[in-house]
């Protein structure tokens, strides 16, 4: 089935504004189930949208696995962002199938570290 792009869709569509609302109200209610792991950052009352509060937790302790690398104050942070196990596992695995794929066995720097 052909797909086209819409630009500004949620504007023209109904459908693509309805999908959109949904995305926003699930995206919010992941965001506060991770309150009780990294309360520092203030889920359940910013959403993670950077509020004040939210901008002085990430410079006080880095961004969490959550954040957005394309976010700018990740970059800027002082600390580095913190990597989940699974996200280890998935490099490293990653890195094997490359690997498997007659690469070279040479370092790789990946985008979760600095």
Not at 20 to 29: G, M, Y
Not at 65 to 89: D, G, I, K, T, Y
Request: glycine share 6%; aromatic share 8%; net charge negative.
């Amino acid at each position: 089935m052909p797909q086209h792009p819409i630009i500004h869709g949620d504007a023209l569509s109904a459908s693509i504004a309805a999908a959109s609302i949904l995305a926003k109200v699930e995206r919010d209610r992941m965001i506060c189930a991770w309150d009780p792991v990294y309360p520092m950052y203030g889920l359940a009352s910013n959403k993670g949208y950077s509020t004040p509060r939210h901008l002085a937790a990430l410079g006080e302790h880095g961004p969490s696995p959550l954040h957005r690398q394309s976010f700018a104050p990740v970059w800027n942070a002082p600390v580095p962002q913190e990597v989940l196990s699974f996200m280890l596992e998935e490099a490293v695995s990653g890195t094997e199938d490359f690997l498997d794929e007659g690469a070279s066995s040479e370092p790789r720097a990946t985008s979760f570290y600095r």
